[in-house]
Each structure stands twice: as C-alpha cells, then as structure tokens.
C-alpha cells in the first residue's frame, strides 16, 4: 500500500465516476460528447462562477471532460505520473500541486474563448501542472529514468495535440506547467536547504 499512488488513483477513479456520469446525464450514453455550454451547468468553471462564489467549480471543473476518450487518457496520465512522483513528495503535495495547477489553468484558458463557450474543464491543466513540477523534481534525483519516461509519456502526446488542433500550446496549458515549475521550485528548495542544515548539524 506504501508503493501506491493513493492520490492519483483516488482522483483517476473519480474523474472516470464524474465524468462519465455527466456524458450520461446529458447525452443518454457514458462515453458521449458534452458541449462546453452545456458542462458550465454541471461543474465547469469561468470567472462569472466565481464571481457568484461558486469556487468549487474549481475543483469540479478538473473532473469533468467534454470527450471521454480524452479523459481515460488523461487519467491515465495522471497516474502513470502518480507512480513517478507522488511516491516521493507525498500524497497531500501531490494533491496540493494538482489542485492549484489544475485550476490556475483551466481558469486561465477560459479568457481566450468567447462567450458562451468560456468555460473551463478537463484534467490536462491538472496533469502539465504536476509534470512541470515532476521536471524541477528531477533536478535533485539521482536515479531519474522512471520519472524522465512518466514526464515524456504526458508531455509529448498532450502538446503535440495542441499543435495539431490549434498550431500553438495552449495558454491553459502553458500556465498550468509553469505554476507547477513554480511549485517544484519551492519544494526543492525546501529540500535543499533542509539537508544543508542536517549536513551542518551533523559536522558541528
């Protein structure tokens, strides 16, 4: 039980419950397509819901997906990531990161769509979120591969969509990547500077 990535996992299993549930609710079928209007109503998130203090939308938006089959692939590649790291910054950082990543991002994509289509949705934020922290995490590791194979497995297939579909990343993702960049960075300062005063106690 110490080796699994309880968090990944408990957040894949709900994003698949979630998820599919809405497709069925709105389209009569669990694998079907939900327009961006219609998620609005059930968990997607745009600035005019946090203005009505609807801030859970924050988190639900990260569980909901306009298409399934996009979904299964980002929660596969959020626990493919799990494996990787949540193991060695712990499930309650893991959670951390994937939440503010997450929302930071879908938040932010939702300014360059017009209205009524602004609303923002999907794991993809979530999951460039905990791979740009994964990436500064790699920086104080020694044996990396396993990491390095988990970031590649997430970045390429979800950028190279980007291009394919709309010929640059997309600023959500973008955002999502640096926050947890950002994130990484604190963390791994933190650790830094915890061994530089072990390392000093220990000589003294």
């Known amino acids: 039980m110490k080796k699994l990535p309880i968090a990944s996992i408990g957040l894949g299993l709900t994003t698949i419950f979630v998820s599919m549930i809405v497709a069925y609710i709105v389209t009569g079928s669990f694998l079907?397509?939900?327009?961006?209007?219609?998620?609005?109503?059930?968990?997607?998130?745009?600035?005019?819901?946090?203005?009505?203090?609807?801030?859970?939308?924050?988190?639900?938006s990260q569980?909901?997906?306009?298409?399934?089959?996009?979904?299964f692939y980002n929660v596969l590649s959020l626990v493919v990531l799990g494996y990787?790291?949540?193991?060695?910054?712990?499930?309650?950082?893991?959670?951390?990161?994937?939440?503010?990543?997450?929302?930071?991002?879908?938040?932010?994509?939702?300014?360059?769509?017009?209205?009524p289509w602004n609303t923002g949705t999907g794991g993809s934020q979530a999951v460039l979120g905990i791979?740009?922290?994964?990436?500064?995490?790699?920086?104080?590791m020694h044996d990396k591969r396993n990491v390095i194979y988990a970031l590649l497995f997430a970045l390429i297939p979800a950028f190279s969509l980007d291009l394919i579909f709309a010929n640059y990343p997309k600023p959500g993702h973008v955002l999502s990547m640096a926050v947890g960049m950002v994130l990484g960075v604190f963390h791994v300062n933190k650790l830094t500077k915890s061994s530089d005063k072990d390392a000093a106690c220990g000589a003294a």
């Open 63 to 71: 569980l909901v997906h306009a298409k399934q089959y996009h979904m």
């Open 32 to 60: 079907g397509k939900v327009t961006m209007i219609e998620l609005k109503s059930y968990g997607g998130v745009n600035v005019s819901n946090l203005m009505n203090w609807e801030v859970w939308t924050l988190f639900t």
């Open 131 to 140: 791979a740009g922290f994964g990436i500064i995490l790699t920086t104080i």
């Open 84 to 115: 990787a790291i949540e193991k060695r910054i712990g499930w309650s950082r893991f959670l951390l990161v994937w939440f503010i990543a997450g929302a930071s991002g879908t938040l932010y994509s939702t300014l360059f769509v017009q209205a």
